[in-house]
Nanobody
């Protein structure tokens, strides 16, 4: 059974940092990509970063570029999202999503990600 498990959300003040983790398991392929998405209150879910760990193909949305860093620990099949210089507008439920059998991170088309985590709340207070 494929599992996608997120952790690391919480409450932080403006300018603070958080690190989210996304652990994946239950599939045989070493070729996969992880996307991070977020849904802010009253808004649609949007992709913010993705990584293909096998070749470290990495992308960021403009809204987080320069503040967030995505990385992977291939031995642990875990992807991290380090979030620095957080702003109140970063408040959202953050989701990681998995697509398997790919070399590259193809972006943020939700239907291409077959497996999703449960979401973790990030709240940035002003």
């Amino acid at each position: 059974e494929v599992q996608v498990v997120e952790s690391g959300g919480g409450l932080v003040q403006t300018g603070g940092s958080l690190r989210l983790s996304c652990a994946v398991s239950g599939f045989p392929s070493k070729r996969y990509a992880i996307g991070w998405f977020r849904r802010a209150p009253g808004k649609e879910r949007k992709g913010i970063s993705c990584i293909s760990p096998s070749i470290e193909d990495i992308h960021y949305a403009d809204s987080v570029k320069g503040r967030f860093t995505i990385s992977s620990d291939n031995a642990k099949n875990t992807v991290y999202l380090q979030m620095n210089s957080l702003k109140p507008e970063d408040t959202a439920v953050y989701y990681c999503a998995l697509t398997t059998g790919v070399y590259y991170c193809s972006g943020y088309v939700e239907y291409e990600y077959g497996y999703w985590g449960q979401g973790t709340q990030v709240t940035v207070s002003s």
